[in-house]
């Protein structure tokens, strides 16, 4: 699976958008993008996932860069809940397996 | 919505004794996961397990580790002989299909004193 890169830590304040950056440079066609997080060591929770275009749902819209090389996950209103860790993964779609692998992710500080 | 339950939610055992962590499926579901977190680290993936069989194990799931489909709703994990750096939070997932986004538990935190 594609390596990824996201900054460690990010702030925003509350009512506003946040928006986390994902670098998947050496992502390829058949790899999904997925972002989940992580509310102080509760389980992961899934958020989105897409695999070319962009995809909106209750929580988050995800933009996908046409190059497929970044992406960004838009938080449109952020929440004191929001406050979690976010993680960006790419998995391919074949059957190399179906592990999820885990980087370090962005420490989301919604601050009031 | 169907969530992905996990007991205890606590566990604090000795060092080489047993322990067996529990998990209910989102009930659809076939295939099933087990991850780990040593605290203050990453996510990591033990197991994957479809039709009674593990499918895929990292190289942290070695013979201490099993996995387990008793009934048609419990999925355990199996640890043999705990040893200290056993201690970590242990997470299930589910997913419908291959490949299809996995949900995961609440997590079990496991203390090995």
């Known amino acids: 699976d594609a390596k990824t890169t996201q900054p460690p830590s990010m702030d925003c304040a509350e009512g506003r958008a946040a928006n986390l950056p994902c670098n998947h440079s050496?992502?390829?066609?058949?790899?999904?993008v997925y972002w989940y997080r992580q509310i102080h060591s509760q389980g992961p929770q899934y958020i989105i996932h897409?695999?070319?275009n962009n995809e909106t749902n209750e929580m988050a819209s995800l933009i996908i860069t046409e190059d497929r090389k970044s992406s960004t996950l838009i938080l449109p209103h952020a929440t004191l809940r929001d406050t979690a860790v976010y993680y960006c993964i790419v998995r391919v779609d074949n059957n190399a397996g179906n592990m999820l692998t885990f980087g370090g992710g962005t420490r989301l500080m919604v601050k009031p | 919505e169907p969530e992905v339950t996990q007991t205890p939610s606590h566990q604090v055992t000795q060092m080489g004794q047993e322990v067996i962590l529990r998990c209910v499926p989102i009930?659809?579901?076939?295939?099933f996961y087990w991850y780990r977190q040593i605290l203050g680290q990453k996510v990591e993936f033990l197991v994957s397990?479809?039709?009674?069989?593990?499918?895929?194990k990292s190289e942290i799931f070695d013979d201490q580790f099993s996995v387990e489909r008793p009934d048609g709703s419990n999925f355990t994990l199996k640890i043999r002989s705990t040893k200290l750096e056993d201690s970590a939070m242990y997470f299930c997932?589910?997913?419908?299909?291959?490949?299809?986004?996995?949900?995961f538990g609440p997590g079990t935190r496991l203390l090995v004193l």
């Open positions: 397990f479809y039709n009674n069989e593990i499918s895929e």
């Open positions: 997932a589910s997913s419908a299909e291959y490949q299809e986004t996995q949900y």
């Open positions: 009930s659809n579901h076939l295939y």
């Open positions: 897409g695999l070319k």
């Open positions: 050496t992502i390829s066609g058949n790899e999904y």
